[in-house]
């Protein structure tokens, strides 16, 4: 059976998310330029962004979004990368997302709903401050 036709070992998954967790932009744009998939997840249902925006990275954020991370994804609790920048109060990393136009709806813990919870009312400004269709 050949093992590349099922996608990356689990040691390789978690490394790579080592390194979106970690804020090793370079090592990890080298891993996706190996063929690593862009929007992989991992048991948690988390994406690399998901990850990197939560990590507060904002660098690999730009990074992944650049390369066509999905910025909508969904993970396993209902969380997005929008919601975790919000959650984390973090204005650089909810920028890039909503200018790479990631809904901020989206998710059952979204990121509107963390500002509004968490009484983040700047957070809800800047989203409300991006035009949506």
């Known amino acids: 059976m050949n093992e590349n ?3 990356p070992s689990p040691q ?16 990890l744009g080298e ?11 991992n048991p948690r249902g988390d994406t690399l962004l998901i990850v990197a925006a939560y990590q507060q990275h904002p660098e690999t954020v730009a ?9 909508s ?26 200018e790479a ?3 901020p709806r989206l998710g ?5 709903a963390i500002a509004d919870q968490f009484g983040l009312p700047r957070m809800r400004e800047i989203i409300e401050s991006y035009p949506r269709d």
Not at 12 to 27: M, S
Not at 63 to 71: F, I, N, S, T, V
Not at 108 to 112: E, P, R
């Open 5 to 7: 036709t099922s996608g």
């Open 12 to 27: 390789v998954i978690e490394g790579v998310f080592d390194l979106a967790r970690d804020g090793l932009t370079g090592p």
């Open 31 to 41: 891993m996706l330029d190996a063929g690593v998939p862009i929007n992989m997840v």
């Open 63 to 71: 990074d992944l979004l650049r390369r066509g991370a999905d910025a």
């Open 73 to 98: 994804a969904i993970n396993a609790m209902g969380q997005t990368a929008i919601s975790c920048a919000v959650f984390r109060n973090n204005e650089a990393i909810l920028r890039l997302l909503l």
């Open 101 to 103: 136009d990631a809904d």
């Open 108 to 112: 059952t813990h979204s990121g509107v």
